[in-house]
Protein backbone atom coordinates (compact mmCIF):
# COMPACT_ATOMS: atom_id res chain seq x y z
CA UNK A 1 0.00 0.00 0.00
CA UNK A 2 0.79 3.63 -0.62
CA UNK A 3 2.41 5.45 2.12
CA UNK A 4 0.15 8.49 4.00
CA UNK A 5 0.78 11.65 2.73
CA UNK A 6 -0.20 15.09 4.48
CA UNK A 7 -0.01 17.69 1.31
CA UNK A 8 0.85 21.28 2.79
CA UNK A 9 0.46 24.28 0.30
CA UNK A 10 0.36 27.91 0.22
CA UNK A 11 1.56 31.60 -0.49
CA UNK A 12 5.45 32.57 -0.28
CA UNK A 13 6.49 33.39 3.52
CA UNK A 14 3.33 31.33 5.11
CA UNK A 15 5.72 29.46 7.31
CA UNK A 16 4.76 26.25 4.95
CA UNK A 17 8.44 25.31 5.44
CA UNK A 18 8.74 25.42 9.33
CA UNK A 19 5.82 24.13 9.97
CA UNK A 20 6.17 20.97 7.43
CA UNK A 21 9.06 20.04 8.84
CA UNK A 22 8.07 19.84 12.46
CA UNK A 23 5.10 17.77 11.45
CA UNK A 24 7.20 15.19 9.71
CA UNK A 25 9.33 15.41 12.35
CA UNK A 26 6.44 14.57 14.76
CA UNK A 27 5.23 11.59 12.94
CA UNK A 28 8.84 10.00 11.86
CA UNK A 29 7.93 10.79 8.58
CA UNK A 30 9.80 12.33 5.32
CA UNK A 31 9.51 15.50 4.10
CA UNK A 32 9.85 17.20 0.67
CA UNK A 33 10.20 20.70 0.24
CA UNK A 34 9.36 21.47 -3.17
CA UNK A 35 10.13 24.81 -3.43
CA UNK A 36 13.51 23.87 -3.23
CA UNK A 37 13.72 22.02 -6.22
CA UNK A 38 12.32 24.75 -8.29
CA UNK A 39 14.98 26.72 -6.86
CA UNK A 40 17.85 24.54 -7.36
CA UNK A 41 16.74 24.22 -10.97
CA UNK A 42 16.48 27.96 -11.09
CA UNK A 43 20.10 28.05 -9.60
CA UNK A 44 21.26 25.49 -11.84
CA UNK A 45 19.99 27.33 -15.20
CA UNK A 46 21.64 30.79 -13.87
CA UNK A 47 25.12 28.46 -13.66
CA UNK A 48 25.06 27.55 -17.15
CA UNK A 49 23.86 30.73 -18.35
CA UNK A 50 20.53 29.21 -19.24
CA UNK A 51 17.73 31.84 -18.95
CA UNK A 52 14.88 31.27 -16.81
CA UNK A 53 12.63 31.66 -19.63
CA UNK A 54 13.99 29.18 -21.74
CA UNK A 55 11.47 26.04 -21.08
CA UNK A 56 13.16 23.67 -23.52
CA UNK A 57 16.35 24.22 -21.85
CA UNK A 58 15.22 23.74 -18.10
CA UNK A 59 13.57 20.98 -18.96
CA UNK A 60 16.85 19.37 -20.01
CA UNK A 61 18.13 20.67 -17.12
CA UNK A 62 15.35 19.53 -14.63
CA UNK A 63 15.76 16.15 -15.85
CA UNK A 64 19.83 15.38 -15.57
CA UNK A 65 20.23 17.63 -12.31
CA UNK A 66 21.13 15.15 -9.43
CA UNK A 67 19.47 16.62 -6.40
CA UNK A 68 19.67 15.66 -2.38
CA UNK A 69 18.44 16.39 0.52
CA UNK A 70 20.34 15.81 3.67
CA UNK A 71 20.22 16.88 7.61
CA UNK A 72 18.09 20.08 5.99
CA UNK A 73 21.09 21.06 3.66
CA UNK A 74 20.26 20.85 -0.37
CA UNK A 75 23.17 19.67 -3.02
CA UNK A 76 23.09 20.10 -6.68
CA UNK A 77 24.73 17.51 -8.66
CA UNK A 78 26.99 16.71 -5.41
CA UNK A 79 27.58 20.25 -4.14
CA UNK A 80 25.87 21.80 -1.38
CA UNK A 81 24.12 24.77 -2.46
CA UNK A 82 21.75 25.52 0.50
CA UNK A 83 22.64 29.37 1.02
CA UNK A 84 22.94 30.19 -2.93
CA UNK A 85 19.31 28.58 -3.21
CA UNK A 86 17.70 30.49 0.20
CA UNK A 87 18.50 33.93 -1.51
CA UNK A 88 15.39 36.32 -2.40
CA UNK A 89 16.84 36.11 -5.91
CA UNK A 90 16.83 32.44 -6.50
CA UNK A 91 13.04 32.57 -4.80
CA UNK A 92 12.09 34.86 -7.67
CA UNK A 93 13.95 32.49 -10.25
CA UNK A 94 11.96 29.42 -8.97
CA UNK A 95 8.81 31.29 -9.51
CA UNK A 96 9.95 31.71 -13.24
CA UNK A 97 10.91 28.82 -14.17
CA UNK A 98 7.93 27.25 -12.71
CA UNK A 99 5.68 28.90 -15.13
CA UNK A 100 6.65 26.32 -17.63
CA UNK A 101 4.79 23.53 -18.16
CA UNK A 102 7.40 21.03 -19.65
CA UNK A 103 9.23 22.07 -16.45
CA UNK A 104 6.74 20.81 -14.07
CA UNK A 105 6.04 17.51 -16.27
CA UNK A 106 9.89 16.84 -15.58
CA UNK A 107 9.89 17.54 -12.23
CA UNK A 108 6.54 15.49 -11.44
CA UNK A 109 8.19 12.03 -10.79
CA UNK A 110 11.44 13.43 -9.01
CA UNK A 111 8.71 14.58 -6.62
CA UNK A 112 6.28 11.53 -6.18
CA UNK A 113 9.52 9.71 -5.35
CA UNK A 114 9.86 11.35 -1.59
CA UNK A 115 6.84 9.21 -0.41
CA UNK A 116 8.12 6.00 0.99
CA UNK A 117 7.23 4.87 4.13
CA UNK A 118 6.11 5.56 6.99
CA UNK A 119 5.13 8.40 5.27
CA UNK A 120 5.59 12.04 3.64
CA UNK A 121 4.91 15.71 4.65
CA UNK A 122 5.24 17.91 1.43
CA UNK A 123 4.90 21.86 0.96
CA UNK A 124 4.85 23.66 -2.02
CA UNK A 125 1.96 25.10 -4.58
CA UNK A 126 0.49 22.14 -6.14
CA UNK A 127 1.40 18.92 -3.53
CA UNK A 128 -2.28 18.52 -2.82
CA UNK A 129 -3.64 19.00 -6.17
CA UNK A 130 -0.70 17.75 -8.57
CA UNK A 131 1.84 15.62 -6.99
CA UNK A 132 -0.29 13.42 -4.27
CA UNK A 133 -4.12 14.34 -5.45
CA UNK A 134 -4.81 11.37 -2.98
CA UNK A 135 -3.18 12.91 0.02
CA UNK A 136 -4.91 11.72 2.78
CA UNK A 137 -4.98 15.51 4.87
CA UNK A 138 -4.86 18.67 2.18
CA UNK A 139 -3.69 21.76 4.23
CA UNK A 140 -3.73 25.32 2.96
CA UNK A 141 -1.52 27.40 4.86
CA UNK A 142 -1.65 31.23 4.75
CA UNK A 143 -1.77 34.41 6.23
CA UNK A 144 -1.92 38.31 4.91
CA UNK A 145 0.89 39.24 2.59
CA UNK A 146 1.88 41.87 5.27
CA UNK A 147 2.43 39.43 7.67
CA UNK A 148 4.35 37.10 5.55
CA UNK A 149 6.62 40.05 4.50
CA UNK A 150 7.24 40.96 8.54
CA UNK A 151 8.24 38.12 8.92
CA UNK A 152 10.60 37.13 5.65
CA UNK A 153 11.93 40.54 7.18
CA UNK A 154 12.90 39.73 10.46
CA UNK A 155 14.33 35.93 9.16
CA UNK A 156 16.69 38.48 6.60
CA UNK A 157 17.46 40.94 10.06
CA UNK A 158 18.53 37.46 12.24
CA UNK A 159 20.38 35.97 9.45
CA UNK A 160 22.33 39.56 9.32
CA UNK A 161 21.45 39.85 5.80
CA UNK A 162 19.95 43.33 4.36
CA UNK A 163 16.22 43.94 4.36
CA UNK A 164 13.98 46.68 2.72
CA UNK A 165 10.12 45.41 3.88
CA UNK A 166 8.58 47.70 0.89
CA UNK A 167 10.44 45.55 -1.24
CA UNK A 168 9.79 42.01 0.03
CA UNK A 169 6.26 43.43 0.20
CA UNK A 170 6.14 43.55 -3.35
CA UNK A 171 7.81 41.53 -4.13
CA UNK A 172 5.60 39.04 -2.67
CA UNK A 173 2.58 40.36 -4.06
CA UNK A 174 4.19 40.06 -7.44
CA UNK A 175 5.03 36.46 -6.80
CA UNK A 176 1.60 35.64 -4.94
CA UNK A 177 0.06 37.18 -8.17
CA UNK A 178 2.39 34.42 -10.38
CA UNK A 179 1.62 31.83 -8.54
CA UNK A 180 -1.97 31.74 -8.69
CA UNK A 181 -2.09 33.40 -12.17
CA UNK A 182 0.15 30.81 -14.06
CA UNK A 183 -1.72 28.40 -16.56
CA UNK A 184 -0.39 25.29 -14.82
CA UNK A 185 -0.84 24.10 -11.33
CA UNK A 186 -2.01 27.51 -10.26
CA UNK A 187 -1.87 28.41 -6.14
CA UNK A 188 -5.30 28.04 -4.91
CA UNK A 189 -7.17 26.52 -2.02
CA UNK A 190 -8.70 23.18 -3.08
CA UNK A 191 -12.29 21.76 -2.17
CA UNK A 192 -11.06 19.30 0.07
CA UNK A 193 -7.54 21.47 2.26
CA UNK A 194 -8.17 22.98 5.58
CA UNK A 195 -7.72 26.39 5.30
CA UNK A 196 -5.03 27.24 8.19
CA UNK A 197 -4.61 30.83 8.67
CA UNK A 198 -1.50 32.01 10.80
CA UNK A 199 -1.90 35.76 10.85
CA UNK A 200 -2.93 35.55 14.20
CA UNK A 201 -1.12 31.92 15.51
CA UNK A 202 2.21 31.08 16.33
CA UNK A 203 4.34 28.05 14.45
CA UNK A 204 4.04 25.38 17.23
CA UNK A 205 -0.23 26.06 17.52
CA UNK A 206 -0.21 25.76 13.33
CA UNK A 207 1.94 22.43 13.77
CA UNK A 208 -0.39 21.33 16.53
CA UNK A 209 -3.58 21.79 14.25
CA UNK A 210 -2.67 19.92 11.48
CA UNK A 211 -0.96 16.92 14.18
CA UNK A 212 -4.86 16.77 15.22
CA UNK A 213 -6.32 17.10 12.12
CA UNK A 214 -4.13 14.40 10.84
CA UNK A 215 -4.88 12.02 13.58
CA UNK A 216 -8.68 12.20 12.96
CA UNK A 217 -8.27 11.79 9.10
CA UNK A 218 -6.30 8.84 9.72
O1 LIG B 1 8.21 27.71 -1.46
P1 LIG B 1 9.28 28.50 -2.13
O2 LIG B 1 9.21 29.99 -1.87
O3 LIG B 1 10.66 27.96 -1.86
O4 LIG B 1 9.03 28.30 -3.70
C1 LIG B 1 9.69 29.08 -4.66
C2 LIG B 1 8.82 29.17 -5.91
O5 LIG B 1 8.73 27.87 -6.52
C3 LIG B 1 7.37 29.58 -5.67
O6 LIG B 1 7.20 30.98 -5.69
C4 LIG B 1 6.62 28.89 -6.79
O7 LIG B 1 6.55 29.69 -7.94
C5 LIG B 1 7.47 27.68 -7.12
N1 LIG B 1 6.85 26.44 -6.63
C6 LIG B 1 5.88 25.84 -7.41
N2 LIG B 1 5.32 24.66 -7.02
C7 LIG B 1 5.67 24.09 -5.86
C8 LIG B 1 6.63 24.71 -5.02
C9 LIG B 1 7.19 25.90 -5.43
O8 LIG B 1 5.53 26.36 -8.46
N3 LIG B 1 5.12 22.92 -5.51
Known amino acids: ?3 PVIAIDGP ?11 VATHFGFHYLDSGAIYRLLA ?12 ADALADIAT ?9 QAYLNGEQVSHHIRTEEMGKGASEVA ?8 LLQTQRNFRQAPGLV ?14 GLKIFLTAAVETRAKRRYDQLIQRGDHADYALILA ?3 QRDLRDSQRAVAPLKQLPDAVLLDTTDINIEQAVNIIIEAFKKAA
Open 122 to 135: GDGRDIGSVIFPDA
Open 99 to 106: VHPAVRTA
Open 12 to 22: SASGKGSVAER
Open 64 to 72: QMQIKFEHG
Open 43 to 54: YAAAQQAVAWSN
Open 171 to 173: DLQ
Open 1 to 3: PLS
